[in-house]
């Protein structure tokens, strides 16, 4: 009895060893997935806010344009 269920241990942890490798190996592409998409998540944000601050000037140089005129007028 202790011949085959030494014998069975020895089998599991044959087979343990490469399951460990798969699921470790799974873990790290999964981990590296997650390290991609999040440096992708950075890169977005940051041209938004970049995007914001053009708009933004453009909206002021906008707004002083449609001044100038009027303070011409206001000035006759």
Do not use: C, W
């Not at 873990?27 to 950075?42: P, S």
């Not at 938004?48 to 009027?70: A, F, G, R, V």
Request: proline letters at 3%; glycine letters at 4%.
């Amino acid at each position: 009895m202790t011949g085959a269920l030494t014998g069975a241990l020895g089998i599991i942890m044959v087979f343990s060893i490469p399951l460990v490798a798969i699921v470790t190996s799974h873990y790290q592409k999964v981990a590296k997935i997650k390290h991609n998409m999040i440096k992708d998540e950075i890169e977005l944000e940051r041209l938004k806010h970049e995007n914001y601050l053009l708009e933004t000037e453009k909206m002021k140089l906008e707004l002083t344009k449609l001044q100038s005129p009027l303070d011409k007028t206001n000035i006759l």
